[in-house]
């Protein structure tokens, strides 16, 4: 597992000092109750897994993603800066984020978590890069665990929508209203391929407008893909209608 771990650092950018903080934020409670023998019903011990670390992480994470979005609209309300903060730290954001660093991968997790698919569950991936962002911090302090979080959580967001000052766009009912404005067919989506392991997926989605639009997308999931072709053609027919 080492050189494994070795290839997750070299994903987040950064080598662990203290490897044994990044094998505990990796550590489910399944995995630590097996290797502590709890399973008779023994008081939870949590020094061996990564719950305490995803507590610590969550501060630190909504800490560093309400820095970001008052430096990036300084004269956004209060209201709409809550908005794109629950978005950033939502599980559904961070199981994103977690997937495009092949996180479940390298998890450690109990026999029973291992066997209901545990690797691929939103909640306990969303939990693991939490607890992977206060290991960062406890490692090495404050600035290298916010170059993770913008790199690997918050460019994930940016990728995805029209701007940060506004809330998440939905692209596919832009483009469904844009294509009406414009008496085009409305837009037809297809999944084109599923790579990768069940676990590991990347979804390859094509949306088509008519005969002359037509664009492809990859994402984590099949939402995040027909988003991203969905915004693709959408500049085609801003650029066309102008």
Not at 140 to 158: N, T
Not at 219 to 234: D, E, F, N, P, V
Request: net charge negative.
């Amino acid at each position: 597992m080492t050189g494994e771990l070795a290839v997750l650092e070299a994903a987040i950018g950064h080598v662990f000092r203290d490897r044994e903080l990044l094998e505990r934020a990796l550590t489910h409670k399944s995995h630590a109750h097996e290797q502590n023998g709890d399973l008779n019903g023994a008081p939870h011990d949590t020094s061996g897994d990564n719950e305490q670390l995803e507590f610590l992480g969550d501060s630190i994470l909504g800490f560093i993603a309400s820095e970001y979005l008052v430096r990036r609209n300084p004269d956004a309300p209060e209201g709409r800066l809550s908005k794109l903060k629950a978005h950033l730290v939502s599980a559904a954001h961070l199981h994103e984020a977690a997937q495009a660093l092949k996180l479940g991968v390298y998890l450690f997790l109990g026999r029973g978590e291992e066997m209901s698919g545990g690797r691929e569950k939103k909640a306990l991936l969303a939990d693991a890069l939490e607890a992977l962002i206060a290991a960062i911090y406890l490692d090495a302090g404050i600035v290298p665990a916010r170059a993770f979080i913008e790199k690997s959580v918050l460019s994930l967001f940016d990728e995805g929508q029209e701007g940060m000052g506004s809330a998440a766009t939905d692209h596919k009912s832009a483009l469904q209203e844009m294509a009406q404005a414009l008496k085009l067919p409305p837009p037809r989506y297809v999944i084109v391929a599923e790579e990768g392991p069940e676990h590991l997926k990347t979804f390859t989605v094509e949306v088509r407008v008519g005969k002359d639009w037509v664009s492809q997308a990859q994402g984590t999931s099949k939402k995040t893909a027909g988003q991203r072709a969905a915004q693709h053609i959408l500049q085609q027919l801003s650029e066309w209608g102008r």
